[in-house]
Nanobody, 123 residues
Framework: QLEESGGGLVQAGGSLRLSCAPS????????VAWFRQAPGKEREFVAA????????YYADSVKGRFTISRDNTKNSVYLQMNSLKSEDTAVYSC??????????????????WGQGTQVTVSS
């Protein structure tokens, strides 16, 4: 239902840009978020943006390094990741929420999910 792209291998301090777009018809999306999951760890929230782009949230661990944005003309959401660290290594997934609970930033509030894209940061 959502499709991510842009993952890969990068050295610490480098940058990557992830993209998220619907792979099939999706309806009434209030907001889109990025989550990540590292091996052996729980899935964690990274960043979220409302459909209008007027409300944005970031996890403390990525503030000042990551930027979430959207392009409504392309129906896409992006995650620009700068100053990457080894602890950013994870599978990154985008998710779409169809209700106002998206601002709880909990995975259970999101209805559409992508398959995920691997981001590996080498130190």
């Amino acid at each position: 239902q959502l499709e991510e792209s842009g993952g890969g291998l990068v050295q610490a301090g480098g940058s990557l840009r992830l993209s998220c777009a619907p792979s099939e018809r999706t309806f009434n999306i209030y907001a889109v978020a990025w989550f990540r999951q590292a091996p052996g760890k729980e899935r964690e929230f990274v960043a979220a943006i409302s459909w209008t782009g007027g409300i944005i949230y970031y996890a403390d661990s990525v503030k000042g390094r990551f930027t979430i944005s959207r392009d409504n003309t392309k129906n896409s959401v992006y995650l620009q990741m700068n100053s990457l660290k080894s602890e950013d290594t994870a599978v990154y997934s985008c998710a779409g929420a169809t209700g106002p609970l998206w601002s709880t930033l909990r995975p259970t509030a999101y209805d559409y999910w992508g398959q995920g894209t691997q981001v590996t940061v080498s130190s």
